[in-house]
């Protein structure tokens, strides 16, 4: 499609200037009259009940307002499965578990006498590997589940698991197989804002709260809940969002921090802001969870896909989070990531006492599109068939229904494969390895890209109130975290609408002033706003248009008596206007309403703003205000069963990696990567870029250097220091972005999601780019040099691996 | 306990009263009211809290209060055109998407701004050598290094 005004521009950002310059305003730099600062005490055991906490000398420090435990506040249930307290009373579980908080003057009498608190514990016997707490006599996180029956495993309550053909009777048939067990470390997200709110009640026992969230609207719902608990039935909380920091999952749960700030803040009586600092972020901000993968694959003598045969063990730590259902999304590329006729997919999920995990990019799709891509790269030379080459013999296509039942619409999956091996000289860099220690390889992807129905409503709305000066303020559930949703909803608006880009201004969100959205995560974000943009604008265009009708003929009258007192001698051309002015007749372009087939002259044209002047200042006026609710077609999947079409489309993607192994020292590196993405439709191309350069260098993060690391149950590299995610040095390379085009059919403008694919098939990639350039197959995440060069070992022995 | 200091703050004067352990970053986002500079990590190894102290990009959150004291520092809010307009480093990065959640973006924007003071025609090497100690986690740096030589084209008047 063609003939665009704005969509598919490069455009500058709305919120660039703003940022650039300093100008905007994230939860660290907001403050409330009266504002105190909480800060919290946490947990020195992974496993302890708490016997006795003494705040006696935080109390007597001068400048504490409040001091609060789980002893003197009301029990707020917290988590997924209500398995967590805001505040500890029976015991800690990990390291990270609050157990009280105070709120003073400032953050450093808070922390003052935080320190202060004497908590008195009986350590327990504990459990930090999820084989091993799943085993019998295992010591149990939670005796009791959040209902109060008995538990008797560490296994966590939610199955996941889907079963298509006979994998039994596939793995006996298969020519070819390959199998391997791959892991994933835990990830921190490393938004650069750290995680924050502030707290406030008026005297109603109303709660506004500023929080740092991607679910405003399931927050607001969370945070209700705890009212009720606080004996504040019926109250209602409001959740407004700051400027974000990032997101990138972090925002996808309610944290016990807020809960704390609301207890705080209802204790008090005044305003509570608890900002966590960097060290804080890394021990006590839930990461993404590792995970073990077992795989195996088969295929026939011609290399076409007969079963995947996927088993998953996560390690969720001590409670259960929205990340827990990671497993949902992992359905994605189990079951539907290439054409495979025979699919069986177990997930189970262990409580330890690690900490706990939540949400992060890609949502599990990254974790399992390791094994399965990395596993792919040994079946296709099991069969000795060429890796691109057995992939594009399984390639996906459109009009294909796979085993989870994802109706699979538009699928640009073979051309991102073809263009990633172009971008590679595949056929001539391909197996050359090991002489110059050089290799290619390459992966794909496929995630949702037209919303992801995780919760009952995938649902998204929009008002739009039109002002007296021709504005289009723009309420929206949506959160900006950093990643352009304003922008792409900008050129929406702007293209759907016809008005000019700078009448268009986004309000905050806020769950006070927005309709609802469910929350913006899988990749959902500009695909939901701009379709809801788009209904917006056309029942906006159909009420301006039904205005025109009416006021136009008069409007134009007037423009032309004006003309006249100008130009006496001006002659209008011949045009009934009162004749042509009907609704279907008109258009509004860059702020201006015409009619179509009107003669090209200025005053025959009305500035929308003038418009809506004649509408509002008439007796019995009305005013523009317009609003839709955008619920895709897709359905709520039976994660029991694996199955149901989560997503309205399907973003796909290919990345291909160069890579140099260094025999002597194990250290990988990047000459090139190839990052070819089926995004629908391309909404405006430096956004588009930012998402998949930034997605891919956190690609690069996950492969090579990032690893959240622990010893019993302790987080032993809190800080960038030891926490190496890339900096602009490890970003050096050259990446040839392929953008594909597929023109979805439900797209807005034909636009897929594009916020995840970016990280998703980086590390098989380059995996796979290893083992072509020394032979050796990496399993464990991150690919170290430590790792790479044990590999070497392994396979040459302790000799100089040539 | 507390001392007071003078310096030039984003080209006026200023006096303040510092306690001998405070950072410059507290400070400036303090009793200064510049908000801009963001605290990222208080280790100095994210770069969000740099400013410029004579004309040197520095980690504030390492920078003691005390030491500013006769100094011309320059934070994001003091980085604009004669006409409080974003400088050229600032369009830069705003329209050539170096900016994402911009968190880290006023630190980058002084890192940048320190290293075509010196350089109007840096390399891609000197671009990174310059902005190692920026961390972003959104935008993979590749549009921030295009901002980075757009704002130095800009600068010698070729855009």
Not at chain 1, 100 to 123: H, K, S
Not at chain 1, 673 to 678: E, K, L, R, T, Y
Request: hydrophobic share 40%.
């Amino acid at each position: 499609m063609s003939g665009f005004r704005y969509i598919g521009k490069d455009t500058p950002r709305p919120d660039g200037g703003d940022k650039a310059t300093g100008k905007a305003h994230y939860i660290q730099d907001l403050e409330r009259p009266g504002m105190l600062f909480g800060k919290i005490k946490f947990s020195e055991h992974a496993h302890a009940r708490i016997r006795h906490i003494d705040t006696s000398r935080a109390e007597r420090l001068p400048g504490v307002r409040a001091v609060i435990t789980g002893f003197n506040t009301p029990q707020v249930r917290i988590g997924f499965l209500r398995d967590n307290l805001a505040l500890k009373r029976d015991k800690v579980r990990q390291f990270r578990d609050e157990i009280a908080a105070v709120a003073a003057l400032d953050p450093d009498i808070a922390q003052e006498a935080v320190d202060l608190i004497e908590v008195e514990y009986e350590p327990l016997p504990a459990v930090f590997d999820p084989e091993e707490a799943l085993a019998d006599g295992a010591p149990l996180v939670h005796e009791f589940d959040a209902r109060g029956r008995p538990v008797e495993s560490n296994l966590v309550p939610l199955p996941c698991q889907h079963r298509t053909g006979d994998v039994d009777a596939a793995i006996r048939q298969a020519r070819y197989s390959a199998e391997g067990e791959y892991s994933t470390p835990l990830i921190q997200q490393c938004c650069m804002g750290t995680a924050g709110c502030i707290a406030e009640f008026d005297t109603h026992d109303n709660l506004t709260i500023w929080a740092k969230t991607q679910i405003p609207f399931l927050a607001q719902r969370d945070y209700n809940g705890a009212l009720a608990a606080m004996g504040l039935k019926g109250k209602n909380a409001r959740v407004i969002v700051p400027a974000l920091g990032g997101g990138f999952g972090t925002g996808l749960d309610t944290h016990a921090y807020e809960y704390i700030a609301i207890l705080l803040a209802h204790r008090a009586g005044q305003p509570v802001k608890i900002v966590y600092t960097r060290q804080e972020e890394f021990a006590y901000l839930s990461p993404r969870q590792s995970a073990r993968t077992r795989i195996r694959q088969g295929c026939d003598e011609n290399g076409r896909l007969l079963y995947r045969d996927v088993e998953v063990l996560q390690d969720n730590g001590a409670y259960v989070s929205w990340g827990a259902t990671y497993p949902t999304v992992m359905l994605l590329p189990v079951t539907s990531l290439y054409t495979v006729p025979n699919v069986r997919f177990v997930a189970t999920i262990a409580y330890t006492n690690n900490t706990y995990c939540q949400a992060m990019r890609g949502y599990g799709n990254p974790e399992v599109t390791w094994a399965i891509e990395s596993n792919l790269d040994d079946l296709a030379r099991e069969a000795g068939i060429d890796a691109l080459e057995m992939r594009l013999r399984n390639c996906n296509e459109p009009g294909e229904s796979t085993p989870m039942g994802l109706k699979v619409t538009t699928c640009g999956l073979r051309e991102c494969l073809e263009k990633t091996g172009a971008g590679l000289e595949w056929k001539q860099k391909r197996g050359q390895g090991s002489a110059k220690r050089r290799g290619v390889g390459l992966a794909s992807l496929i995630h949702t890209g037209g919303g992801g129905r995780i919760y009952r409503s995938d649902a998204s709305g929009m008002i739009l109130k039109l002002d007296d000066f021709g504005n289009v303020n723009v309420f929206h559930g949506g959160v900006e975290m950093g990643q352009g949703l304003h922008s792409s909803l900008t050129l929406a608006l702007a293209e759907s609408l016809g008005v000019t880009p700078s009448k268009i201004h986004i309000n905050q969100t806020d769950t006070g002033t927005c309709p609802w959205d469910v929350g913006t995560h899988a990749s959902r974000g500009a695909f939901m706003a701009c379709k809801a943009a788009i209904l917006a604008a056309d029942k906006a265009r159909a009420e301006i248009f039904r205005l025109a009708e009416e006021l136009f003929p008069t409007l134009v009258a007037k423009n032309l008596a004006k003309l006249r007192k100008k130009r006496p001698d001006y002659e209008a051309p011949a045009f009934d206007v009162q004749a042509e002015a009907k609704a279907e007749r008109f258009e509004l372009c860059d702020d201006l309403i015409f009619l179509k087939d009107a003669p090209d002259e200025p005053w025959l044209k009305v500035d929308l703003a003038q418009l809506i002047r004649a509408s509002h200042y008439r007796d019995q006026g009305k005013m523009l205000t317009v609003e839709s609710f955008y619920d895709p077609p897709n359905e709520l999947p039976n994660f029991e069963t694996g199955v149901g079409n989560i997503s309205a489309t399907y973003a796909y993607g290919t990345q291909g990696a160069e890579v140099e192994v260094d025999i002597e020292t194990g250290e990988i590196k990047i000459l090139k990567m190839v990052a070819a993405h089926d995004v629908g439709k391309v909404l405006n191309p430096q956004t588009l870029k930012g998402q998949l350069f930034g997605g891919l260098a956190q690609g690069i993060g996950y492969a090579l250097t990032e690893e959240l690391l622990t010893r019993d149950g302790r987080i032993l590299n809190p800080g960038f220091t030891d926490y190496k995610m890339p900096t602009v040095h490890e970003m050096s390379f050259p990446i040839q972005l392929e953008i594909v085009e597929t023109d979805d059919q439900e797209g807005p403008f034909g636009a897929k999601g594009v916020g995840e694919p970016g990280l998703v098939p980086t590390a098989p990639a380059i995996a796979n780019a290893v083992y072509d350039a020394v032979g050796v197959r990496l399993h464990h995440l991150p690919m170290t040099p430590e790792k790479v060069l044990a590999a070497l070992q392994a396979k040459h022995g302790s000799a100089a691996a040539t | 306990m507390s001392e007071e200091i003078s310096f030039e703050l984003n080209g006026r004067p200023v006096r303040v009263a510092v306690d001998p352990g405070q950072r410059l970053l507290d400070v400036l986002r303090g009793p200064l009211r510049l908000t801009g500079t963001k605290d990222g990590c208080s280790e100095g190894e994210c770069g969000a809290c740099t400013v410029t102290v004579d004309g040197r990009p520095i980690n504030s959150c390492l920078f003691p209060a005390p030491e500013a004291d006769g100094t011309r520092i320059t934070t994001i809010e003091g980085f604009l055109d004669e006409d409080n307009r974003p400088s050229a480093v600032q369009r830069a990065f705003a329209e050539t998407a170096g900016v994402q959640c911009g968190y880290c973006s006023p630190g980058m924007v002084l890192s940048a701004a320190a290293l075509l003071e010196a350089n109007r025609d840096p390399s891609d090497e000197e671009i990174r050598d310059a902005l190692v100690g920026n961390l972003c986690r959104c935008t993979g740096y590749v549009q921030i290094v295009d901002s980075v030589r757009a704002a130095a084209a800009a600068l010698r008047g070729e855009a």
